[in-house]
């Protein structure tokens, strides 16, 4: 019974070229949210998405960043021009139908972004 | 403005002893709060959760109250142990219907032997 799968788990990138982050929900998950934990925070919404809709996007800063869930594979958060500022631990999660608001969601392990 | 805060960023105890961990918030309107753990390296885990109609919630080891008149929750554990040494994060669903979860920042807990 496999989690979230998220890769990689750690990815260093030049300032200026783009980052994808790759995130399989568990098996019979069709909701998938993405969050960002910069250094001494704690995790901060992006994006939530169901297969091939982008549900809410209120945390998705407005340029760089964009997040897709095709209808086959993996959802893809892509950081086009990467800053430092980027630089920060990307977590996915996922759950079935809807949210049981009870539980909360299944998290995956995180990829570790460095922008050098 | 952060709607979900937790002032103590680091809390030392006793194995043994009991841990309590803090968290206040600012919007009336909610469902359910909800702790989570995390460990260096990983993501959060989901502990345990209180809705609004409740007051305590307990599981184990782990025990959440729940101030409505305050708007302040607390994570108590007893006893404590070395290996619940990690990050605790509260968090509530905030006002959408999308189920995005609102963090605290975290509190670092390290339980010594």
């Known amino acids: 019974n496999a989690g979230v799968m998220q890769n990689p788990r750690h990815l260093v990138r030049r300032r200026g070229q783009e980052a994808r982050l790759r995130c399989s929900p568990m098996?019979?998950?069709?909701?998938v949210y993405w969050y960002r934990q910069l250094p001494e925070e704690g995790l901060k919404f992006m994006v939530y998405?169901?297969?091939?809709?982008?549900?809410?996007e209120s945390g998705m800063p407005k340029e760089r960043f964009s997040a897709e869930f095709p209808k086959e594979g993996p959802s893809i958060l892509r950081i086009q021009q990467v800053v430092r500022g980027d630089s920060a631990a990307y977590f996915c999660?996922?759950?079935?139908?809807?949210?049981?608001?009870?539980?909360?969601?299944?998290f995956g392990s995180g990829t570790r972004l460095t922008v050098v | 403005d952060q709607q979900v805060k937790q002032n103590s960023p680091s809390l030392s105890v006793q194995e043994g002893r009991i841990s309590i961990l803090n968290c206040d918030y600012t919007?009336?309107?909610?469902?359910?709060f909800l702790w989570y753990k995390k460990y260096p390296a990983e993501g959060p885990t989901f502990l345990i959760s209180?809705?609004?109609?409740?007051d305590k919630n307990e599981d184990g080891r782990f025990t959440v109250f729940l101030n409505k008149s305050a708007k302040h929750l607390s994570l108590h554990i007893v006893p404590s142990q070395p290996g619940d040494s990690a990050v605790y994060f509260c968090?509530?669903?905030?006002?959408?219907?999308?189920?995005?979860?609102?963090f605290g920042q975290g509190t670092t807990l390290q339980v010594k032997p």
């Open positions: 999660a996922s759950s079935p139908t809807g949210t049981n608001k009870n539980y909360g969601y299944t």
């Open positions: 098996k019979g998950h069709s909701h």
């Open positions: 998405l169901q297969k091939e809709n982008i549900i809410d």
């Open positions: 919007n009336s309107m909610f469902d359910y």
């Open positions: 209180i809705s609004s109609i409740k």
């Open positions: 968090a509530e669903y905030g006002s959408s219907n999308t189920g995005k979860l609102i």
